[in-house]
């Protein structure tokens, strides 16, 4: 599991013992610094590629960071999921605020169903954007969002080809970090955090969470998915 901030390639972990303490938190960049709350469990896939199990209970990465990436107006983010238990709705990646519950972004997997997600508010109405392919048949997915805060209009991938799109709550607006900047002062992974505390944990494993300051394109999502789905 390599936490990424705005770094292309990431870097994997196949050493035969499990991954030591701290390995999360390397990239090519820099370092991202989230902490773990629990202990962090891990998976060696047949490949060889050690993957983060989250239990949906406990588990997950945080760290305080006050409107973090504020000046990105676009973006990406990606992550590698596997996930069969879908009893509620389950974080993959958020940023948000602790003393309201007004400006956030959210990635995730929606309950019962497993379609990925992008909720969002920035200061007003909740805009919740549902895709229609479900990712919680225990197979790896690739699970990508991509928003633009001047072009407008999210757009959700999974695998190698983008989904069709629900707007499930407000409007499809693509509004990015610079428009929930405010008072955001958290990053997650498996779990959101916000002013009601901790909640929506991920059950199940992830790997490869990555942020990049751009809208990547169908052929960058396809080239990414190709490269990495035989570690899986």
Same mark, same amino acid.
């Given at each position: 599991m390599i936490i990424q901030d705005c770094a292309f390639e990431p870097r994997r972990y196949t050493g035969p013992v499990v991954p030591p303490d701290g390995l999360e938190d390397i990239s090519k960049g820099?370092?991202?610094d989230m902490a773990f709350a629990g202990t962090a469990q891990w998976y060696r896939e047949i490949s060889g590629v050690w993957t983060l199990l989250l239990d949906g209970n406990s588990y997950y990465a945080s760290l305080v960071t006050p409107n973090w990436?504020?000046? =990105?107006g676009r973006g990406t983010i990606m992550c590698w999921v596997q996930s069969v238990v879908l009893t509620g709705d389950q974080t993959?990646?958020?940023t948000s605020d602790t003393g309201t519950d007004t400006n956030f972004i959210q990635l995730r997997l929606a309950q019962t169903t497993g379609f990925l997600e992008i909720v969002q508010r920035d200061?007003?109405?909740l805009n919740q954007i549902t895709g229609d392919v479900a990712c919680g048949d225990g197979l790896w997915h690739l699970c990508v969002v991509t928003g633009d805060t001047t072009v407008g209009a999210y757009i959700l991938w999974v695998d190698d080809g983008a989904?069709?799109?629900t707007v499930t709550a407000g409007l499809n607006t693509g509004n990015?970090? =610079?428009a929930v900047y405010n008072i955001r002062d958290n990053i997650s992974v498996g779990a959101w955090i916000n002013n009601s505390g901790t909640e929506q944990y991920f059950d199940g494993n992830l790997w490869g969470l990555r942020y990049w300051p751009w809208v990547m394109t169908r052929g960058d999502v396809w080239?990414?998915?190709n490269k990495e789905?035989?570690?899986f």
């Amino acid at each position: 599991m390599i936490i990424q901030d705005c770094a292309f390639e990431p870097r994997r972990y196949t050493g035969p013992v499990v991954p030591p303490d701290g390995l999360e938190d390397i990239s090519k960049g820099r370092k991202s610094d989230m902490a773990f709350a629990g202990t962090a469990q891990w998976y060696r896939e047949i490949s060889g590629v050690w993957t983060l199990l989250l239990d949906g209970n406990s588990y997950y990465a945080s760290l305080v960071t006050p409107n973090w990436r504020q000046e =990105d107006g676009r973006g990406t983010i990606m992550c590698w999921v596997q996930s069969v238990v879908l009893t509620g709705d389950q974080t993959i990646f958020a940023t948000s605020d602790t003393g309201t519950d007004t400006n956030f972004i959210q990635l995730r997997l929606a309950q019962t169903t497993g379609f990925l997600e992008i909720v969002q508010r920035d200061g007003g109405a909740l805009n919740q954007i549902t895709g229609d392919v479900a990712c919680g048949d225990g197979l790896w997915h690739l699970c990508v969002v991509t928003g633009d805060t001047t072009v407008g209009a999210y757009i959700l991938w999974v695998d190698d080809g983008a989904v069709g799109l629900t707007v499930t709550a407000g409007l499809n607006t693509g509004n990015w970090l =610079d428009a929930v900047y405010n008072i955001r002062d958290n990053i997650s992974v498996g779990a959101w955090i916000n002013n009601s505390g901790t909640e929506q944990y991920f059950d199940g494993n992830l790997w490869g969470l990555r942020y990049w300051p751009w809208v990547m394109t169908r052929g960058d999502v396809w080239a990414l998915f190709n490269k990495e789905r035989r570690w899986f």
